[in-house]
Protein backbone atom coordinates (compact mmCIF):
# COMPACT_ATOMS: atom_id res chain seq x y z
CA UNK A 1 0.00 0.00 0.00
CA UNK A 2 1.50 2.98 -1.31
CA UNK A 3 0.72 5.97 1.41
CA UNK A 4 0.72 10.10 1.22
CA UNK A 5 0.97 12.43 3.62
CA UNK A 6 -1.77 15.51 2.43
CA UNK A 7 -1.66 18.52 4.22
CA UNK A 8 -4.98 20.05 3.54
CA UNK A 9 -5.30 24.22 3.74
CA UNK A 10 -9.19 24.55 3.08
CA UNK A 11 -8.92 28.72 4.51
CA UNK A 12 -11.52 31.40 3.32
CA UNK A 13 -14.75 31.48 1.37
CA UNK A 14 -15.71 28.74 -0.57
CA UNK A 15 -12.47 27.04 -0.16
CA UNK A 16 -13.67 24.97 3.28
CA UNK A 17 -16.78 23.74 0.93
CA UNK A 18 -14.74 22.65 -2.72
CA UNK A 19 -11.75 20.87 -0.62
CA UNK A 20 -14.00 19.53 1.93
CA UNK A 21 -15.78 18.04 -1.51
CA UNK A 22 -12.58 16.82 -3.07
CA UNK A 23 -11.61 15.24 -0.15
CA UNK A 24 -14.64 12.86 -0.19
CA UNK A 25 -13.88 12.39 -3.97
CA UNK A 26 -10.11 11.12 -3.18
CA UNK A 27 -11.04 8.75 -0.21
CA UNK A 28 -13.38 7.26 -2.67
CA UNK A 29 -11.22 7.04 -5.18
CA UNK A 30 -8.25 5.54 -3.13
CA UNK A 31 -11.07 3.11 -1.66
CA UNK A 32 -11.79 2.33 -5.19
CA UNK A 33 -8.17 1.40 -6.40
CA UNK A 34 -7.09 0.01 -2.79
CA UNK A 35 -3.36 0.42 -3.83
CA UNK A 36 -3.00 3.54 -2.39
CA UNK A 37 -4.15 6.04 0.99
CA UNK A 38 -4.30 9.33 1.54
CA UNK A 39 -3.28 10.18 4.94
CA UNK A 40 -4.77 13.97 5.29
CA UNK A 41 -4.20 16.51 7.76
CA UNK A 42 -6.78 19.25 7.60
CA UNK A 43 -5.17 22.92 8.73
CA UNK A 44 -7.12 25.70 10.36
CA UNK A 45 -5.17 28.33 8.32
CA UNK A 46 -6.23 31.50 7.09
CA UNK A 47 -7.99 34.63 7.71
CA UNK A 48 -9.87 33.20 10.44
CA UNK A 49 -6.85 32.37 12.07
CA UNK A 50 -5.26 36.04 11.35
CA UNK A 51 -8.82 37.29 13.37
CA UNK A 52 -7.65 36.02 16.30
CA UNK A 53 -3.59 35.05 16.63
CA UNK A 54 -2.13 37.77 14.33
CA UNK A 55 -0.94 35.78 11.56
CA UNK A 56 -2.55 33.38 8.76
CA UNK A 57 -0.56 30.67 9.41
CA UNK A 58 2.03 29.52 12.69
CA UNK A 59 5.42 30.91 12.44
CA UNK A 60 7.03 27.34 12.03
CA UNK A 61 4.58 26.65 9.08
CA UNK A 62 6.59 25.59 6.38
CA UNK A 63 8.13 23.72 8.41
CA UNK A 64 5.42 21.83 9.20
CA UNK A 65 4.32 21.52 5.45
CA UNK A 66 7.66 19.96 4.68
CA UNK A 67 7.54 16.65 6.14
CA UNK A 68 4.20 16.68 3.65
CA UNK A 69 4.05 14.59 0.04
CA UNK A 70 1.92 17.74 -1.07
CA UNK A 71 -0.30 20.40 -0.13
CA UNK A 72 -4.13 20.67 -1.18
CA UNK A 73 -5.35 24.34 -1.07
CA UNK A 74 -8.99 25.89 -0.97
CA UNK A 75 -8.30 29.74 -1.21
CA UNK A 76 -7.31 32.79 0.97
CA UNK A 77 -8.92 36.02 0.65
CA UNK A 78 -11.43 37.72 3.01
CA UNK A 79 -13.79 40.81 2.93
CA UNK A 80 -12.51 42.29 6.10
CA UNK A 81 -8.65 41.46 5.38
CA UNK A 82 -6.56 43.37 2.65
CA UNK A 83 -5.56 41.45 -0.12
CA UNK A 84 -2.00 41.73 0.12
CA UNK A 85 -1.95 40.79 4.01
CA UNK A 86 -3.86 37.66 3.39
CA UNK A 87 -1.96 36.38 0.15
CA UNK A 88 1.53 37.53 1.21
CA UNK A 89 0.90 35.94 4.55
CA UNK A 90 -0.22 32.21 3.53
CA UNK A 91 0.26 31.43 -0.11
CA UNK A 92 2.98 33.29 -1.70
CA UNK A 93 4.97 32.41 1.31
CA UNK A 94 4.31 28.35 0.37
CA UNK A 95 4.83 29.34 -3.69
CA UNK A 96 7.91 30.81 -2.51
CA UNK A 97 9.63 29.13 0.34
CA UNK A 98 8.98 25.91 -1.54
CA UNK A 99 10.80 27.30 -4.77
CA UNK A 100 7.22 25.50 -6.49
CA UNK A 101 8.25 27.85 -9.32
CA UNK A 102 6.39 26.65 -12.01
CA UNK A 103 2.72 27.28 -11.77
CA UNK A 104 0.78 24.86 -13.99
CA UNK A 105 -2.51 26.01 -15.66
CA UNK A 106 -4.20 22.98 -17.95
CA UNK A 107 -7.46 24.48 -19.75
CA UNK A 108 -9.92 22.39 -21.77
CA UNK A 109 -13.26 22.59 -22.76
CA UNK A 110 -15.60 19.40 -20.51
CA UNK A 111 -17.98 17.38 -22.52
CA UNK A 112 -21.50 19.19 -21.42
CA UNK A 113 -19.72 22.56 -20.97
CA UNK A 114 -20.44 25.36 -23.38
CA UNK A 115 -17.62 27.69 -24.35
CA UNK A 116 -18.70 31.24 -24.69
CA UNK A 117 -16.90 30.94 -28.18
CA UNK A 118 -19.40 30.56 -30.83
CA UNK A 119 -18.82 27.29 -32.44
CA UNK A 120 -15.66 26.46 -30.13
CA UNK A 121 -16.24 22.70 -28.46
CA UNK A 122 -13.99 20.03 -26.87
CA UNK A 123 -10.84 19.25 -28.55
CA UNK A 124 -10.71 22.76 -30.38
CA UNK A 125 -9.52 24.40 -26.91
CA UNK A 126 -6.78 22.17 -25.27
CA UNK A 127 -4.09 24.24 -23.32
CA UNK A 128 -1.47 24.11 -20.68
CA UNK A 129 -0.48 27.39 -19.51
CA UNK A 130 3.00 27.34 -17.59
CA UNK A 131 2.98 30.39 -15.45
CA UNK A 132 6.76 31.82 -14.24
CA UNK A 133 5.76 31.31 -10.28
CA UNK A 134 8.73 32.60 -8.35
CA UNK A 135 9.59 35.90 -9.69
CA UNK A 136 8.91 38.31 -12.63
CA UNK A 137 6.11 40.77 -11.27
CA UNK A 138 5.24 39.01 -7.94
CA UNK A 139 8.99 39.24 -6.85
CA UNK A 140 8.10 41.37 -4.09
CA UNK A 141 10.60 44.23 -4.93
CA UNK A 142 9.02 47.87 -4.79
CA UNK A 143 8.40 49.87 -1.81
CA UNK A 144 6.77 53.32 -1.22
CA UNK A 145 8.10 56.67 0.24
CA UNK A 146 6.83 59.84 1.15
CA UNK A 147 3.72 58.30 1.85
CA UNK A 148 0.35 60.68 1.71
CA UNK A 149 2.72 63.47 0.04
CA UNK A 150 1.67 64.89 -2.83
CA UNK A 151 5.68 63.31 -4.04
CA UNK A 152 4.70 59.60 -3.16
CA UNK A 153 6.28 57.11 -4.71
CA UNK A 154 5.46 53.81 -5.35
CA UNK A 155 7.82 51.08 -7.70
CA UNK A 156 7.05 47.55 -7.95
CA UNK A 157 9.78 46.15 -9.73
CA UNK A 158 9.82 43.21 -12.05
CA UNK A 159 12.82 41.09 -11.00
CA UNK A 160 13.95 38.11 -13.90
CA UNK A 161 16.78 36.21 -13.70
CA UNK A 162 18.70 33.86 -16.48
CA UNK A 163 18.44 31.50 -13.51
CA UNK A 164 14.70 32.01 -13.07
CA UNK A 165 13.53 32.13 -17.15
CA UNK A 166 15.69 29.50 -18.09
CA UNK A 167 14.47 27.02 -15.59
CA UNK A 168 10.89 27.49 -16.40
CA UNK A 169 11.81 28.24 -20.39
CA UNK A 170 13.18 24.36 -19.69
CA UNK A 171 10.01 22.96 -17.80
CA UNK A 172 7.87 24.30 -20.34
CA UNK A 173 9.17 23.27 -23.45
CA UNK A 174 9.50 19.48 -21.83
CA UNK A 175 5.84 19.52 -21.10
CA UNK A 176 5.13 21.04 -24.41
CA UNK A 177 7.23 17.48 -25.71
CA UNK A 178 5.34 15.52 -23.83
CA UNK A 179 2.07 16.67 -25.06
CA UNK A 180 0.72 15.31 -28.48
CA UNK A 181 0.77 18.76 -30.33
CA UNK A 182 4.05 19.07 -29.13
CA UNK A 183 3.53 22.84 -29.54
CA UNK A 184 4.83 26.22 -27.44
CA UNK A 185 3.81 29.38 -27.49
CA UNK A 186 6.47 32.12 -25.69
CA UNK A 187 4.50 35.08 -24.48
CA UNK A 188 6.03 38.42 -23.49
CA UNK A 189 5.93 41.78 -24.19
CA UNK A 190 9.38 42.41 -25.64
CA UNK A 191 8.21 45.10 -28.22
CA UNK A 192 7.77 47.74 -24.93
CA UNK A 193 9.93 46.29 -22.24
CA UNK A 194 13.57 46.13 -23.65
CA UNK A 195 15.54 44.43 -20.87
CA UNK A 196 13.96 41.61 -18.67
CA UNK A 197 11.38 40.59 -21.87
CA UNK A 198 14.19 40.57 -24.84
CA UNK A 199 16.33 38.25 -22.07
CA UNK A 200 12.95 36.12 -21.94
CA UNK A 201 12.60 35.85 -25.37
CA UNK A 202 16.65 35.01 -26.05
CA UNK A 203 16.61 32.63 -23.49
CA UNK A 204 13.79 30.77 -25.07
CA UNK A 205 15.50 30.53 -28.34
CA UNK A 206 18.10 28.67 -26.51
CA UNK A 207 16.52 26.46 -24.75
CA UNK A 208 14.11 25.71 -27.78
CA UNK A 209 17.60 24.28 -29.18
CA UNK A 210 17.38 21.38 -26.80
CA UNK A 211 14.29 20.45 -27.65
CA UNK A 212 14.45 19.63 -31.42
CA UNK A 213 10.36 17.50 -31.76
CA UNK A 214 8.60 20.67 -30.35
CA UNK A 215 7.39 24.16 -32.54
CA UNK A 216 7.72 27.21 -30.92
CA UNK A 217 6.00 30.70 -31.83
CA UNK A 218 6.25 33.89 -29.84
CA UNK A 219 3.32 36.27 -29.34
CA UNK A 220 3.58 39.74 -27.23
CA UNK A 221 0.09 39.66 -24.57
CA UNK A 222 -1.52 41.62 -26.11
CA UNK A 223 -2.32 40.02 -29.56
CA UNK A 224 -2.11 36.51 -27.34
CA UNK A 225 -5.72 37.67 -25.69
CA UNK A 226 -7.42 37.69 -29.46
CA UNK A 227 -5.59 34.67 -30.33
CA UNK A 228 -6.98 32.70 -27.37
CA UNK A 229 -10.26 34.47 -28.81
CA UNK A 230 -10.06 33.89 -32.83
CA UNK A 231 -7.84 31.28 -33.04
CA UNK A 232 -8.20 28.88 -29.61
CA UNK A 233 -6.89 25.70 -31.79
CA UNK A 234 -3.61 27.57 -32.49
CA UNK A 235 -2.77 27.08 -29.10
CA UNK A 236 -1.30 23.94 -27.22
CA UNK A 237 1.18 24.67 -24.57
CA UNK A 238 2.02 28.63 -23.36
CA UNK A 239 4.06 30.40 -21.25
CA UNK A 240 4.65 33.69 -19.65
CA UNK A 241 5.62 35.48 -16.57
CA UNK A 242 3.67 34.95 -13.20
CA UNK A 243 1.56 38.62 -14.05
CA UNK A 244 1.42 37.78 -18.22
CA UNK A 245 0.32 34.23 -16.89
CA UNK A 246 -1.88 35.34 -13.99
CA UNK A 247 -4.05 37.43 -16.63
CA UNK A 248 -3.93 34.76 -19.58
CA UNK A 249 -5.25 31.67 -17.35
CA UNK A 250 -8.69 33.75 -15.98
CA UNK A 251 -9.54 34.19 -20.03
CA UNK A 252 -8.20 30.70 -20.59
CA UNK A 253 -10.73 29.59 -17.84
CA UNK A 254 -14.02 31.83 -19.21
CA UNK A 255 -13.35 30.64 -22.48
CA UNK A 256 -13.71 27.26 -21.71
CA UNK A 257 -16.82 27.91 -19.43
CA UNK A 258 -16.28 28.62 -15.91
CA UNK A 259 -13.45 29.48 -13.35
CA UNK A 260 -15.26 27.14 -11.78
CA UNK A 261 -13.46 24.54 -13.35
CA UNK A 262 -9.78 25.47 -13.74
CA UNK A 263 -7.33 23.72 -11.84
CA UNK A 264 -3.58 24.69 -11.07
CA UNK A 265 -0.33 23.32 -9.29
CA UNK A 266 2.23 24.95 -7.36
CA UNK A 267 4.89 22.83 -8.68
CA UNK A 268 8.28 22.01 -7.39
CA UNK A 269 9.98 20.24 -10.59
CA UNK A 270 12.89 19.20 -9.01
CA UNK A 271 10.66 17.67 -5.80
CA UNK A 272 12.74 19.38 -2.91
CA UNK A 273 10.03 20.20 -1.61
CA UNK A 274 5.89 19.73 -1.84
CA UNK A 275 4.03 20.88 -4.18
CA UNK A 276 0.53 22.79 -3.81
CA UNK A 277 -2.61 22.04 -6.04
CA UNK A 278 -5.77 24.63 -5.79
CA UNK A 279 -8.42 25.71 -7.62
CA UNK A 280 -7.59 28.91 -9.07
CA UNK A 281 -11.15 30.79 -8.64
CA UNK A 282 -10.23 32.42 -5.01
CA UNK A 283 -12.29 32.48 -2.29
CA UNK A 284 -15.88 33.83 -4.28
CA UNK A 285 -17.64 35.90 -0.98
CA UNK A 286 -20.74 36.22 -2.90
CA UNK A 287 -21.60 32.35 -3.08
CA UNK A 288 -19.81 31.62 -0.10
CA UNK A 289 -21.94 29.09 1.97
CA UNK A 290 -24.83 28.94 -0.24
CA UNK A 291 -23.41 25.14 -0.98
CA UNK A 292 -23.34 25.79 -4.62
CA UNK A 293 -19.51 26.45 -5.39
CA UNK A 294 -19.09 24.38 -8.20
CA UNK A 295 -16.09 21.82 -6.81
CA UNK A 296 -14.60 20.68 -10.40
CA UNK A 297 -11.60 22.88 -10.06
CA UNK A 298 -10.89 21.51 -6.78
CA UNK A 299 -11.50 17.70 -8.03
CA UNK A 300 -9.19 18.75 -10.96
CA UNK A 301 -6.52 20.24 -8.85
CA UNK A 302 -7.01 16.71 -6.99
CA UNK A 303 -6.32 14.81 -10.33
CA UNK A 304 -3.44 16.77 -10.50
CA UNK A 305 -1.84 16.26 -7.53
CA UNK A 306 -2.50 12.23 -7.99
CA UNK A 307 -0.82 12.69 -10.66
CA UNK A 308 2.48 14.53 -9.30
CA UNK A 309 2.53 11.71 -6.81
CA UNK A 310 2.89 9.22 -9.87
CA UNK A 311 -0.96 7.96 -9.02
CA UNK A 312 -1.54 8.38 -12.83
CA UNK A 313 -4.42 5.81 -13.13
CA UNK A 314 -6.47 7.43 -9.97
CA UNK A 315 -5.79 10.48 -11.82
CA UNK A 316 -7.24 9.46 -14.88
CA UNK A 317 -10.03 7.71 -13.42
CA UNK A 318 -10.85 10.90 -11.48
CA UNK A 319 -11.02 13.13 -14.75
CA UNK A 320 -13.26 10.93 -16.93
CA UNK A 321 -15.34 10.44 -13.97
CA UNK A 322 -16.03 14.18 -13.85
CA UNK A 323 -16.51 14.24 -17.42
CA UNK A 324 -19.01 11.69 -17.11
CA UNK A 325 -20.50 13.86 -14.66
CA UNK A 326 -20.27 16.92 -16.56
CA UNK A 327 -21.73 15.39 -19.62
CA UNK A 328 -24.77 14.22 -17.78
CA UNK A 329 -25.79 17.71 -17.13
CA UNK A 330 -24.87 17.28 -13.66
CA UNK A 331 -23.08 21.07 -13.14
CA UNK A 332 -23.33 23.69 -11.08
CA UNK A 333 -24.70 27.51 -11.86
CA UNK A 334 -21.89 29.26 -13.04
CA UNK A 335 -22.33 26.34 -15.97
CA UNK A 336 -26.14 26.55 -16.72
CA UNK A 337 -26.75 24.14 -14.45
CA UNK A 338 -28.91 23.44 -11.20
CA UNK A 339 -26.93 21.07 -9.82
CA UNK A 340 -25.38 21.75 -5.52
CA UNK A 341 -21.88 21.63 -4.58
CA UNK A 342 -23.13 18.52 -2.89
CA UNK A 343 -25.00 16.81 -5.49
CA UNK A 344 -22.22 17.40 -8.19
CA UNK A 345 -19.74 15.67 -5.37
CA UNK A 346 -22.23 12.55 -4.72
CA UNK A 347 -22.93 12.23 -8.89
CA UNK A 348 -18.52 11.94 -9.41
CA UNK A 349 -18.11 9.39 -6.38
CA UNK A 350 -20.71 7.33 -7.99
CA UNK A 351 -19.11 7.32 -10.74
CA UNK A 352 -15.79 6.55 -9.26
CA UNK A 353 -17.64 3.57 -7.42
CA UNK A 354 -18.97 2.54 -10.87
CA UNK A 355 -15.80 1.77 -12.49
CA UNK A 356 -14.07 -1.15 -12.36
CA UNK A 357 -10.61 -1.19 -10.34
CA UNK A 358 -8.80 -1.16 -12.64
CA UNK A 359 -9.99 1.96 -14.77
C1 LIG B 1 -4.28 33.27 -9.12
C2 LIG B 1 -4.85 34.37 -8.30
C3 LIG B 1 -3.81 34.99 -7.42
C4 LIG B 1 -2.67 35.46 -8.25
C5 LIG B 1 -4.38 36.11 -6.56
C6 LIG B 1 -5.33 35.58 -5.54
C7 LIG B 1 -3.32 36.95 -5.97
O1 LIG B 1 -5.43 35.31 -9.11
O2 LIG B 1 -3.82 32.28 -8.55
O3 LIG B 1 -4.29 33.38 -10.32
O4 LIG B 1 -2.73 36.47 -8.93
O5 LIG B 1 -1.63 34.81 -8.23
MG1 LIG C 1 -5.37 34.86 -11.14
Redesign the pocket.
Known amino acids: MRRYKIAAIPADGIGPEVIHAGLEVLAALAARHGDFALDVETLDWGSARYRKLGALMPEDGLAHLRGMDAIYFGAV?APDVPDHIT?WGLRLPICQGFDQYANVRPTRILPGVKSPLAGVGPGDLDWVIVRENSEGE?AGNGGRTHRGLPEEVGTEVAIFTRVGVTRIMRFAFRLAAARPRRHLTVVTKSNAQRFGMVMWDEIAAEIAAEFPTVTWDKELVDAMTTRMVRRPASIDTVVATNLHA?IL??LAAALAGSLGIAP?GNIDPERRFPSMFEP?H?SAFDITGKGIANPVASFWSAAMMLDHLGENGAAQALMTAVEQVCAAGIVTPDLGGKATTKEVTRAVCAAIAGMNAAG
Open positions: GLYDSDTIG
